[in-house]
């Protein structure tokens, strides 16, 4: 997939950056887009000429399609869409918790996937590419209380309704299901968790695969620690 172009929203930290950095050592074009400009501009000054940072509100319509264009503008297609960008909830539950913090939350985890989905469609179709979206293993299990993970299993619905959707045009659907990861999405470092490092290489594995494989999922947890007797 040399000079391929891939997306990545959420791109300036974390699963998205190191997704970035990995597709770059594979020979990969990326658009890097998040809100943080800042941050963007430093991961794109370390990978060179063959990233580009736009500034986005996934939130926001106008915004994403701008974020295309500019991709377009820049590398003429697009080979992959990674719908990465999200946020956490705060502790309270259902029945205490901040329902501003559910908002952005929502709109973010939620319709921000929606948004990216519908504004790159025809740039996928047209390369027969592939899109990939970060669910999360709390979008597989019941959580107490835990409107992030209502927000992920309408991801993980997202993913499986619009690969239907696509079915026939050639375009790929992935979903990545990380469990917990040592990211800066938490504000204490967790124990036992996964690396982003980890996480991009499973986004590289799904996207080096030949056009008539289909890798729907990928659930990946970090291995239990170690029992001591």
Not at 10 to 27: F, H, L, P, Y
Not at 29 to 49: F, N
Request: with cysteine; hydrophobic share 45%.
């Amino acid at each position: 997939m040399r000079d391929a172009v891939l997306l990545i929203t959420g791109g300036s930290t974390g699963i998205g950056a190191a997704t970035a950095r990995a597709a770059v050592a594979e020979g990969w074009r990326v658009a890097l887009a998040a809100r943080t400009a800042a941050t963007l501009d430093s991961l794109v000054d370390e990978l060179g000429g063959q990233a580009i940072a736009i500034t986005c509100d996934v939130t926001d319509k106008a915004s994403q399609q701008a974020m295309v264009n500019t991709t377009l503008d820049r590398f003429g297609r697009i080979d992959a869409v990674f719908a990465n960008a999200g946020i956490g909830g705060k502790p309270g539950g259902f029945t205490g918790a901040d329902s501003d913090v559910w908002k952005d939350m929502i709109l973010t985890n939620v319709y921000g996937v929606g948004l990216t989905i519908q504004c790159t469609a025809q740039a996928l179709k047209a390369s027969r590419g592939h899109l990939l979206i970060t669910g999360s293993a709390a979008g597989r299990v019941t959580i107490p209380g835990s409107m992030y993970s209502a927000t992920k299993w309408a991801v993980s619905a997202i993913g499986y309704g619009v690969r239907e959707e696509l079915r026939g045009t050639g375009v790929r659907t992935t979903l990545i299901e990380p469990g917990m990861v040592d990211t800066p999405f938490f504000d204490d470092r967790p124990e036992h968790a996964l690396s982003d490092r980890d996480i991009a290489a499973s986004v590289m594995y799904a996207l080096s695969q030949p056009a008539h494989v289909d890798v729907n999922e990928i659930l990946v947890r970090p291995t239990p620690p170690i029992d001591d007797d």
